[in-house]
């Protein structure tokens, strides 16, 4: 948080007491991975007794997808006013959240890598089929615009989440033995933190 305060600063010296203070303890933007992942922990010894038994996180899982993926995806295909209407309609009336957010990625993690998926490679080529669309479609929305619309790429849409299962099953029994990849893998985390400083320096030089 220091670094990209000092950062800030050098960009931006109006910055006002508050936004130091934001910047300093919130952190900058993409840390917001930081707060999430530590919720999650703190969630562990609630969610890890509950699916113990695989048949309770299918469960979670298929209550995900009425309620969390398939209104994130009708708002991306058919619109903000539909969804609106039918979510205050009929979904949201049952002022259902649990499933909703990152914990179903948790879920279906643990759920992936405890389960023999049968048909994997279906599932690795709906995922693939799922990106390729979503970036074609992704494209066709954004041309002539001036600002990105983020549409086809929010997280909790169907097109995310196929993709998002189709690399773990390309990663779960996937046996890496080099050195150089196992040391990577160990600094993935700094690396996440570091990197919209190189993001940064590479847009400010384009």
């Given at each position: 948080s220091l670094?990209y305060?000092l950062?800030?600063?050098h ?6 007491l508050?936004?130091?203070l ?11 991975f ?15 007794p ?10 979670f ?9 398939i209104?994130a995806?009708?708002k ?8 609106r209407t039918?979510?205050?309609s009929f979904?949201?009336?049952f002022?259902f ?6 914990i ?10 405890h389960?023999?998926?049968?048909h ?6 709906l995922?693939?089929?799922?990106m390729?669309?979503s970036?074609y479609l ?15 790429y ?22 890496v ?8 893998s ?8 570091i ?10 030089a384009?």
């Amino acid at each position: 948080s220091l670094i990209y305060l000092l950062k800030s600063l050098h960009i931006n010296e109006a910055m006002t007491l508050k936004d130091i203070l934001n910047e300093m303890f919130l952190g900058h933007y993409h840390m917001w991975f930081l707060f999430m992942t530590i919720g999650l922990y703190l969630l562990t010894p609630i969610l890890a007794p509950a699916f113990k038994d695989l048949k309770n996180a299918e469960y979670f899982l298929i209550l995900g997808l009425i309620f969390s993926v398939i209104p994130a995806t009708l708002k991306i295909v058919m619109g903000e006013r539909f969804i609106r209407t039918f979510t205050l309609s009929f979904i949201d009336g049952f002022y259902f959240r649990m499933t909703g957010g990152f914990i179903l990625y948790y879920v279906l993690g643990y759920y992936l890598g405890h389960k023999d998926i049968k048909h994997k490679g279906l599932w690795i080529a709906l995922g693939a089929i799922a990106m390729a669309w979503s970036i074609y479609l992704q494209y066709e929305i954004n041309v002539g615009q001036e600002t990105l619309i983020y549409g086809y790429y929010d997280v909790m849409g169907i097109f995310a989440y196929l993709f998002s299962a189709a690399v773990f099953l390309i990663f779960k029994d996937l046996k890496v033995e080099s050195p150089f990849v196992l040391k990577l893998s160990s600094l993935t985390l700094g690396l996440f933190l570091i990197h919209d400083l190189f993001i940064g320096r590479v847009a400010s030089a384009i």
